[in-house]
């Protein structure tokens, strides 16, 4: 599909490792969810991103026949409706190696080059880095505790120490080039992620004028201040890596609006040129775009690898929790994609005052005993629900050890994404002045 194929006006969408599991069900909820919401003059691109061409071409293979499946049942009620359907929805793969800083980088020049604007870009790709299981502790609290077991574990088993391949080529003469360590599973889940987000910054911008652009980062509804160290910030001596990975995206969703952070968010979000494209699309002015954090629930995908005998047994204990009570088990991908795709089609002027109302949140994909869909509000260690201090506390799914709010906790709450976004951008400064000139090598 050439450059001509892609509508000025489209509504553009950016899914990271869509090819399976979460990605998958975020971009076929999200083809259901445009079809039904949004006027039938607007077209959705939803570009999927995977780590090989095979795999891209997989992915779109599984959205056309999802549209192709829900176009067929709407034509049983409205014959010749399926003509109108399938031209609102088109298809683009691109190859992304979120651990890898220069296919980051490759992406976004791409990107920048050729489409008019980025309404929503879906930060969904990530790693768990867990290498086994505790078994025994886990059959035990699996059966004796079901409901907090499935929904925080505490049996699995991680990684220490992984870091990514070398972020730079080998010189002329066949050495490696000295780099400062690159956490894997921190570059995967939250940095490279990141690092694209800037770079795409003047495309999310020029949609920001027409009251989208969004960045919505995947949190974890296992994120507890526990696992977060800032003497080790990209987890590397940590047993917890993904978790801590997860905290730090809260920290920085949570306080990306504050004077306090404004010192590196305003770098962050700052953009140095507009393609022409922009230009050309009558997009001179731009905004800043607006950050949501999300998390799916506790979903049977494929992050924690298992035999399928095994996994059919994970299964299981999902959905007793969830008829235990669990608001916090969707189970499905597509159900777990609930709170992303709401918050990505949602009108920003509800979304605002939602926020004004309650505070800043972050949002979880939930469902009944019967599996019927919401999203609702999870609290956050030290933020609360919306950070504020004396909110009702008493709800259904809150994790055992948390705590009310205190005006001191939420203080350091805010000093904690104060730092996290002053690394943040140190980091990406960093990174970015070494791979300079170099986007361009294989």
């Known amino acids: 599909m050439d450059d001509a194929d892609f509508p000025a006006d489209g509504f553009y969408v950016l899914v990271t490792g869509a090819n399976s599991g979460l990605g998958l069900g975020i971009g076929c909820r999200l083809i259901d969810e445009f079809l039904h919401t949004r006027p039938q003059s607007q077209t959705l691109v939803l570009i999927s991103t995977t780590r090989d061409t095979r795999k891209g071409a997989a992915t779109t293979a599984a959205f056309r026949k999802y549209l192709k499946d829900a176009c067929r049942k709407a034509e049983r009620s409205i014959p010749g409706f399926t003509m109108l359907l399938q031209r609102r929805v088109q298809f683009r793969e691109e190859i992304l190696d979120l651990t890898s800083l220069l296919s980051v980088q490759r992406l976004a020049t791409k990107l920048k080059r050729e489409l008019p604007h980025l309404d929503v870009l879906i930060c969904n790709a990530g790693i768990g880095g867990w290498t086994g299981v505790n078994w025994p ?27 990514t391949k070398p972020q730079l080529p080998k010189d002329s003469k066949g050495n490696q080039p000295p780099e400062p360590p690159l956490g894997e599973v921190f570059c995967a889940n ?31 509804i296992e ?12 987890g590397l001596k940590s047993s917890n890596a ?21 010192p590196w968010t305003s770098t962050y979000f700052s953009t140095t040129s507009t393609p022409e494209k922009h230009a050309e699309a009558g997009h001179e002015k731009s905004s800043k775009p607006r950050i949501y954090i999300t998390h799916p629930g506790i979903c049977a995908t494929g992050i924690f690898p298992l035999p399928w005998i095994l996994a059919l047994g994970m299964t299981a204990a999902f959905w007793l929790a969830r008829w235990l009570g669990s608001p916090w088990h969707p189970i499905t991908a597509y ?20 926020e004004r109302r309650e505070g800043r949140g972050k949002w979880g994909s ?4 019967w599996g019927n869909e919401r999203v609702e ?22 994790w055992r050890h948390a705590t009310d709010l205190t005006a001191e906790r939420r203080a350091e709450f805010e000093e904690l994404g104060r730092l996290a976004w002053t690394e943040m951008e140190r980091l990406r400064g960093g990174w970015e002045g070494r791979l300079e000139g170099l986007e361009g090598l294989e």
């Not at 609290?141 to 120490?161: M, N, Q, R």
């Not at 709401?342 to 009108?347: F, G, Q």
């Open 137 to 163: 502790h886990a059959i035990w609290t699996v059966l004796t505790d079901t409901v907090h077991t499935t929904t925080w574990p505490e049996f699995k088993i991680s990684g220490v120490g992984w870091v």
């Open 190 to 220: 939250l940095f490279g992620h990141y690092v694209l987000g800037h770079a795409l910054m003047p495309l999310l911008s020029a949609a920001a004028t027409e009251g989208s652009g969004r960045i919505i980062w995947m949190s974890s």
């Open 223 to 234: 994120a507890p201040a526990c696992d977060f160290n800032a003497d080790d910030f990209q």
């Open 242 to 262: 993904y978790e801590s990975s997860k905290r730090i995206t809260d920290m920085l969703g949570m306080t990306a609006e504050m004077p306090s952070t404004a």
């Open 335 to 354: 159900k777990g994609a609930t709170a992303p795709v709401w918050v990505a089609l949602a009108e920003q002027g509800m979304l605002d005052a939602m």
């Open 366 to 369: 939930a469902t009944d005993r």
């Open 377 to 398: 509000r999870t609290e956050v260690e030290g933020w609360g629900w919306g950070g504020k201090v004396g909110e009702f506390s008493k709800r259904k799914g809150r």
